[in-house]
């Protein structure tokens, strides 16, 4: 859906990660419009084209998204109203005017910080690690009568009798 001129850009924040796209999100309508990709591949499970619908799923829940025909099938210029959809899929979505800025909280997606260290619990053994010995190169063994050189000897002078 090209705009012309476009709207203000709006920063989408995804787990707490900003997302790195190269066309932008903006703000249209007082709607957030972004490309289906990277943003829906990143938090969907599966996307996939059905006639003239964008079917995004995640888990269980499915949302289906009318598009036009011509755009069918290019993710990367597929502009979609990111709010309900990622809703449809679960997702917690919030949005900041005054900075325009979406966070999006992917579902099932919990910060923890990690336990710190208790010398006291049991630790778990140590895996064995194979690491085969490097077999050294045999060396050669000659026998016979040696090659022809390759390369042409300097002619020497026949000695002075």
């Given amino acids: 859906m090209p705009l012309f001129p476009p709207g203000p850009p709006v920063t989408i924040v995804v787990d ?45 829940r499915r949302v289906r998204v009318p598009v036009d025909r011509a755009l069918r099938g290019r993710l990367d210029s597929l502009y979609v109203t990111v709010g309900p959809v990622l809703r449809g899929i679960g997702a ?24 710190p260290f208790n010398p006291a619990l049991p630790s778990p053994p140590p895996h064995d690690v194979f690491t085969p010995e490097p077999i050294p ?7 016979g009568s040696p090659l ?8 020497s002078q026949p000695p002075d009798a």
């Fill in 16 to 60: 707490g990660r900003p997302l790195a796209a190269y066309v932008r999100a903006y703000l249209y309508a007082g709607r957030v419009l972004a490309p289906a990709r990277p943003l829906l591949t990143q938090v969907a499970d599966r996307l996939w084209f059905d006639g003239d619908m964008l079917v995004v799923e995640r888990g269980a």
């Fill in 92 to 115: 917690q979505v919030s949005y900041d005017p005054v900075g325009r800025r979406m966070t999006v909280r992917s579902p099932g997606q919990s910060l923890a910080s990690p336990t």
């Fill in 137 to 143: 190169t045999p060396r050669p063994v000659w026998s």
């Fill in 148 to 155: 022809p050189r390759r390369t042409g000897l300097p002619l």
